[in-house]
């Protein structure tokens, strides 16, 4: 790319080449060094990467005007490939790289970089913990050792033992590492040996590798900020678990058609649901990893969406074993708990088809309140004690989710003598129909209790 063309471009993007790369092509001359660097020192120029091929005859001047620059450009890669430098000249190229603050890779291959000589130099940049993640100094071959005679007689030439593998450049490159929290990868010596990281000392390799482990870490926590705040995005997970919401509650309905079962036992539609919610939990537990995010309005209002949709998945898979508990149940029982399923369900359905949110969210506390009820009315007409104590779960959900915790704390302080002889907050299946209409109970209590909280949050925003 000549440099009339790159001039071009900059004044057509407005000095903003954060997504171009460009190629010098060889630099001769002393004029087009001047050239290249008054174009390079652009006030306000963003470049992502430039690649500058320099003849020896100009490479020191270049880089003493390059790294002298008043006006750096924002730069991620820059790429010397075979540059020869002065000894100093070294020392002074990476003296004043840091002044590129936003460096992430750094291409030497083939230069005459010295890597005992030069070292130091190398490495008191790489102590202030530049924000380099690559840098590339592999060598055009593996530099060989005289010639030695092997016992059978026979003259070779043999490869040295890496120099940062182990010995005293390798612990003096690792000690100038121990500050560094950026660097990810080190290439250097033969292009082949390069690939390997067994040329490396495993402390340095520790090193690279627990700081690529921490960028990919960070990454993704601010994807998930990212992700959250999209509403698009965030939308597009409801919408998913809604959809898989409304057709569980249509196979509950149906009282002749088989569940079809997944391959961890749980029904097809749960696991279904599952999986945008399952999403979301992880981005939420990501972002919270986000000072910014933790501070925002935005947190709570997402942790108490999750504990809804959480609490409505909950419900249902009491539902689905209410729904399983009816063929073990007595005829007397099984009428009761199919008519409590099929009237929960129904009021239900209703509610979450209503397109306005706000009138769905209202209808929604109504059809909780009558649950709750439905339950109620259904514990006190069972006979046997197992679908009794499902019942009485389902309500404590139920109750919660209404009332912020209020009904669960209510129950634990009314049942206290009797949760301690049995030895558990929540009623065991010992019985059969009634604790499956009081776990169904339980999680309409909780349901109401999220909801709420839910609502609150969709009024304040």
């Not at 320099?54 to 006006?71: R, S």
């Not at 130099?121 to 380099?132: E, I, W």
């Not at 029982?333 to 979450?352: F, G, P, T, Y």
Request: aromatic share 8%.
């Amino acid at each position: 790319m000549i440099i009339d063309d790159v001039r071009k471009t900059m004044i057509e993007k407005n000095n903003d080449l954060s997504d171009t790369s460009i190629h010098t092509g060889e630099i001769n001359t002393v004029a087009e060094v001047d050239q290249w660097i008054e174009l390079l020192s652009t006030e306000s120029l963003k470049i992502n990467g430039i690649r500058i091929t320099l003849n020896p005859i100009v490479a020191d001047y270049f880089i003493t005007k390059f790294i002298g620059m008043e006006n750096k450009p924002q730069l991620k890669r820059l790429e010397l490939p075979k540059i020869k430098l002065l000894h100093f000249v070294w020392q002074n190229f990476f003296a004043g790289l840091n002044a590129f603050t936003e460096l992430e890779f750094l291409g030497l291959e083939h230069s005459n970089f010295d890597y005992e000589l030069d070292l130091d130099y190398l490495g008191a940049y790489l102590k202030d913990n530049p924000s380099l993640r690559q840098i590339d100094l592999i060598c055009e071959q593996t530099i060989l050792k005289p010639i030695v005679v092997h016992p059978s007689g026979l003259s070779m030439q043999v490869p040295p033992d890496p120099i940062f593998k182990s010995g005293k450049h390798a612990k003096k490159l690792c000690d100038y590492l121990q500050t560094n929290k950026h660097l990810m990868e080190f290439k250097y010596g033969a292009i082949f040996d390069s690939i390997s990281k067994t040329i490396l000392s495993p402390e340095i390799q520790q090193i690279l590798d627990a700081n690529g482990q921490a960028i990919q870490r960070s990454h993704a926590i601010m994807n998930a900020v990212h992700s959250l705040k999209n509403e698009y995005h965030l939308n597009g997970i409801i919408n998913r678990f809604q959809v898989y919401l409304q057709q569980s509650i249509k196979n509950l309905k149906d009282n002749h058609q088989a569940i079809e079962l997944g391959s961890n036992g749980q029904p097809v539609c749960l696991n279904l649901m599952f999986v945008p919610l399952k999403e979301i939990c992880n981005l939420f537990e990501l972002a919270k990893e986000c000072k910014e995010f933790n501070e925002s309005a935005l947190k709570d209002k997402l942790h108490n969406q999750i504990k809804y949709f959480g609490t409505q998945h909950a419900l249902l898979s009491k539902l689905y074993k209410l729904r399983g508990l009816e063929s073990e149940a007595s005829d007397h029982d099984k009428v009761v708990l199919q008519s409590l399923r099929q009237d929960i369900l129904n009021s239900w359905n209703k509610a979450v088809a209503i397109e306005d949110s706000s009138l769905r969210n209202k209808e929604m506390e109504v059809v909780i309140k009558n649950m709750i009820a439905g339950c109620q009315t259904a514990k006190s007409k069972v006979n046997d004690k197992t679908s009794s104590a499902l019942i009485k779960n389902i309500i404590l959900i139920l109750g919660s989710l209404l009332t912020l915790g209020i009904a669960l704390g209510i129950y634990a302080a009314v049942t206290k003598e009797s949760r301690a002889a049995r030895g558990s907050f929540f009623y065991k299946d010992v019985e059969i129909s009634s604790p499956a209409i009081t776990e169904v109970e339980n999680k309409l209590k909780d349901f109401a209790e999220d909801s709420e909280k839910y609502y609150a949050d969709l009024l304040a925003h």
